[in-house]
């Protein structure tokens, strides 16, 4: 009966923020679409419902229906693998992140938190290695699409989420040294209390937020560093031969990471769930609300702030890609590692 | 100098003035409402059309309700995409008078040069300002004499007069007429 209660309750949990991110993915489509003009004195899509904001349902329903297209020279198995092999790790990182505070319910004598799908101890470090496993989605796309065009993305993208990935796994390990755990929960609840006790500004974490955020989105392949795609030069890149779902996955893939970086800087740098004031202005029993709507405005700014830049700056060169990872993000990154353990052994004793 | 180029480098000076510029038009999109999109929604709105456009060329006739056309082939030798392909034949019974038989403009390799419409000597081509004319099969865009002369209709409702002092056996041509004594009525 327990176990049955507490699988219930995780099922309805993995529901519910699937269905939420789902929901976002579609409709960061359309609002990207739709910021990108507005900042570009465009209308953006304007047909399909009012001022086209069912645009998504009516896509998804295009490639629904699209031929499914492999090409003769494909390796079949790894074709079809890739965009799996893609989306997959990009969803399965929300399994960590905590929406809200970390509450407990007794449902049945069972204890169930209902903000957090499960609470592992080293959530930042699994996060991580599922990302990891969304560049071979990539690269195996690239490579088995038998194309110039896709395998040349599938290299870049191979060269830049790796170069990339190391920073963004140095830049977050001055959090982990402030707050000494890897668990996502762990690292919000430290945070709690007013907007100075937040990680980027209470800990210093300046310069680790930012090598974070150009790292991040370096690592999901958006603009200004969306070189593996770089429509003007390799067609559409690692993603050329494919149609239909195939793509789309691929697309979800792009969306869900976005989002997913985007609840990692905001738990990590910006507390989460914690308002920038001490406590809650709502009652106890109502303040996971405001907790909840904190998170979801976090990330929302996150991914706004991924459009504007899409907005404003054109795509590096590749060699500038490369330099600036290595020979600038990096440094940065040791840097504050650096800085930041000194600091802390300092003022811990 | 040098010190305040570091600084300019380290806090990505020029990348914040580039996204301030975005942000500015959002603002003034979204908050102040004070700018417009410049776009125009195509087939809701359609944008005002100069009297000169260069659309559809189209045949025209006389008020009588003569067609215009000589049949001189002039159109078709000027025309520089071959267009225009004209089976020039006599009015039966008056040796003198020709028309054209069959008048063909494939519009598919038309470049709307005009070119046809300054040749004619006799003012029967025109462009008119229709340009939605997109069809499913190519060979749709072949226009024949009807069509063309459909089109002047439909584009041209004022109809020129036909000169009373031609004669009906001789093909009018407007060429030298600007110095015409001015006709007796």
Redesign the interface.
């Known amino acids: 009966m327990e176990m049955l209660v507490f699988a219930g309750a995780a099922v309805v949990k993995i529901t519910v923020v699937m269905g939420v991110v789902l929901l976002t993915v579609a409709f960061l489509t359309l609002a990207e679409r739709k910021?990108l003009?507005?900042?570009?004195?465009?209308?953006g899509p304007?047909e399909v419902g009012p001022y086209g904001t069912l645009q998504p349902i009516a896509d998804g329903i295009k490639l629904f229906f699209k031929e499914d297209i492999i090409p003769a020279g494909a390796n079949r198995f790894l074709f079809s693998l890739a965009p799996i092999l893609s989306l997959v790790p990009a969803f399965i990182g929300f399994a960590v992140v905590p929406y809200g505070p970390n509450r407990e319910i007794e449902l049945f004598g069972v204890t169930i938190k209902p903000f957090i799908i499960t609470d592992i101890n080293i959530g930042i470090l699994y996060i991580l290695a599922f990302a990891s496993i969304g560049a071979y989605g990539v690269i195996l796309g690239g490579w088995a699409s038998n194309n110039k065009y896709s395998l040349l993305g599938g290299l870049r993208a191979a060269a830049q989420v790796i170069s990339y990935e190391l920073n963004i796994g140095l830049a977050i390990i001055g959090v982990l040294i402030l707050t000494g755990s890897l668990s996502m929960v762990t690292i919000a609840e430290k945070q709690a209390g007013g907007f100075w006790h937040w990680n980027l500004i209470g800990g210093m974490q300046i310069i680790a937020f930012v090598v974070y955020l150009i790292s991040a989105v370096a690592e999901t392949n958006r603009l200004p560093f969306d070189l593996p795609e770089a429509d003007s030069e390799l067609v559409a890149g690692w993603m050329t031969e494919y149609s239909g779902m195939r793509f789309a996955f691929f697309f979800m893939a792009e969306y869900a990471n976005m989002i997913l970086v985007s609840c990692i800087a905001s738990v990590l740098f910006l507390g989460g769930y914690n308002a920038p004031y001490p406590g809650t202005l709502l009652p106890d029993k109502l303040s996971w609300i405001e907790g909840v709507a904190w998170f979801t405005v976090k990330v929302y700014a996150f991914l706004f702030l991924f459009f504007?830049?899409r907005?404003?700056?054109p795509r590096l060169r590749y060699d500038q890609l490369m330099r600036f990872g290595w020979k600038v993000m990096l440094p940065l990154a040791l840097g504050n590692i650096v800085i930041t353990s000194i600091v802390v052994y300092f003022v811990r004793r | 100098m040098a010190v305040a180029q570091w600084v300019k480098t380290l806090t990505f000076y020029e990348?914040l003035v580039?996204?301030k510029?975005?942000?500015t038009?959002?603002i003034q999109?979204?908050i102040l409402r004070n700018?417009k999109?410049?776009?125009l929604?195509y087939p809701h709105e359609k944008r005002a059309l100069p009297g000169t456009y260069r659309g559809m060329i189209a045949l025209l006739k006389y008020d009588d309700d003569t067609e215009k056309c000589v049949g001189c082939d002039l159109c078709e030798a000027a025309c520089p995409s071959r267009v225009i392909t004209v089976i020039s034949s006599e009015v039966e019974g008056e040796p003198m008078k020709r028309y054209a038989k069959e008048y063909y403009m494939d519009m598919t390799r038309c470049l709307f040069c005009g070119l046809c419409v300054q040749a004619c000597p006799v003012d029967a081509l025109a462009m008119t300002t229709e340009y939605e004319w997109a069809k499913y099969n190519k060979r749709d865009l072949r226009l024949d004499k009807d069509q063309l002369l459909a089109l002047g209709d439909r584009n041209f409702t004022v109809r020129e007069k036909k000169l009373e002092f031609q004669h009906p056996n001789v093909a009018y041509f407007n060429i030298g007429h600007k110095n015409l004594p001015p006709k007796e009525s």
């Not at chain 1, 003009?37 to 209308?43: G, I, L, N, P, V």
């Open positions: 910021v003009s507005w900042m570009q004195d465009r209308m304007m504007w830049l907005a404003t700056l | 990348i580039g996204m510029a975005t942000i038009v959002f999109r979204i700018r999109a410049i776009t929604q």
